[in-house]
C-alpha cells in the first residue's frame, strides 16, 4: 500500500481562489518532502524542499508567495496555491524522504505521492 | 545544472517486441538514478532503482543499466506488452557536498511507449 498519500487527487477551483494539497507520510517520519510540477507532456521539476519546522527552500523561479509550503509536523506537508489562475493548472506531486533505520541510519528512500490533478476555471 | 535527457520521446511497438529506452545526464556526479513509470492521469511508479555504485538492476522482463562515467543510462524491456504503455520517466538523484542525497530529483522529459497488441 501506499506510504505517502496525497489529497485531493483531482481539484477544480475558480480562478483567484486558493486551492491547498497535503502530503502525508503514513508510516514514517519525513522531515523532508518535495513538491514537484509537470505541466502537461512535459516532465516533473522541482518546485521546492519542504523542511520540517523551518521555511521550504523554493528553487530559482519559482514564486514562494505563490506556492506556500508547510511542514508543520514530521508527517505533513502543504502546498496553497494562493489566488490560483488557470496557467497554474498543472499535475502537482510530492515526494517523502525516509531516513535510513539501521546502523549507521545512511541512506534513504524516497517515496512519491499519489499526485494531484489542478484545474483553475 | 544537471540536465537529463531522454531519447526518444516516443516509440510505438508491437507486442513482443524487446526495446531500450536512453536516458543521458549531463553530471556524471549522481546518487543514485532511478527509472520510473506513469500512465495518463495517474502518479509515478518505481520501476527500478540503481545506486552509483552499481552497474544495473533487473526486475522481471526489465533491466536497467547505468553508465555514470558516459552519463548514460537504459532501460531494456523484453517482451514488450500492450500493458507496458505509458511514459517512462528516468530521474538522477542530485548529490549533496557529503557526498549522499537529500532526496531531490531531476527528471528527464519521458518516453511516451505505445505497445500494439
Known amino acids: 500500500g501506499a506510504v505517502v498519500s496525497q489529497h485531493p487527487s483531482w481539484v477544480i477551483c475558480k480562478s483567484g481562489t486558493s486551492v491547498k494539497i497535503e502530503c502525508r507520510s503514513l508510516d514514517f517520519q519525513a522531515t523532508t518532502m518535495f513538491w514537484y510540477r509537470q505541466f502537461p507532456k512535459q516532465s516533473l521539476m522541482l518546485m521546492a524542499t519542504?523542511?520540517?519546522?523551518?521555511?521550504?527552500?523554493?528553487e530559482q523561479g519559482v514564486e514562494k508567495d505563490k506556492f506556500l509550503i508547510n511542514h508543520a509536523s514530521l508527517t505533513l506537508s502543504t502546498l496553497t496555491v494562493t489566488s490560483a489562475h488557470p496557467e497554474d493548472s498543472s499535475f502537482y506531486i510530492c515526494?517523502?524522504?525516509?531516513?535510513?533505520?539501521?546502523?549507521?541510519?545512511?541512506?534513504?528512500?524516497?517515496?512519491f505521492g499519489e499526485g494531484s490533478w489542478l484545474t483553475v476555471v | 545544472k544537471q540536465e537529463v535527457t531522454q531519447i526518444p520521446a516516443a516509440l510505438s511497438v508491437p507486442e513482443g517486441e524487446n526495446l531500450v529506452l536512453n536516458c543521458s545526464f549531463t553530471d556524471s556526479a549522481i546518487y543514485n538514478l532511478q527509472w520510473f513509470r506513469q500512465d495518463p492521469g495517474k502518479g509515478l511508479t518505481s520501476l527500478l532503482l540503481i545506486q552509483s555504485s552499481q552497474r544495473e538492476q533487473t526486475s522481471g522482463r526489465l533491466n536497467a543499466s547505468l553508465d555514470k562515467s558516459s552519463g548514460r543510462s537504459t532501460l531494456y524491456i523484453a517482451a514488450s506488452q500492450p500493458g507496458d504503455s505509458a511514459t517512462y520517466l528516468c530521474?538522477?538523484?542530485?548529490?549533496?557536498?557529503?557526498?549522499?542525497?537529500?532526496?531531490?530529483?531531476?527528471f528527464g522529459q519521458g518516453t511516451i511507449l505505445t505497445v500494439h497488441p
Open positions: 519542504s523542511n520540517e519546522g523551518s521555511k521550504a527552500t523554493y
Open positions: 515526494s517523502a524522504r525516509r531516513p535510513g533505520q539501521r546502523p549507521p541510519y545512511s541512506g534513504n528512500t524516497i517515496y
Open positions: 530521474a538522477v538523484f542530485l548529490i549533496n557536498a557529503g557526498g549522499t542525497s537529500y532526496g531531490k530529483l531531476t
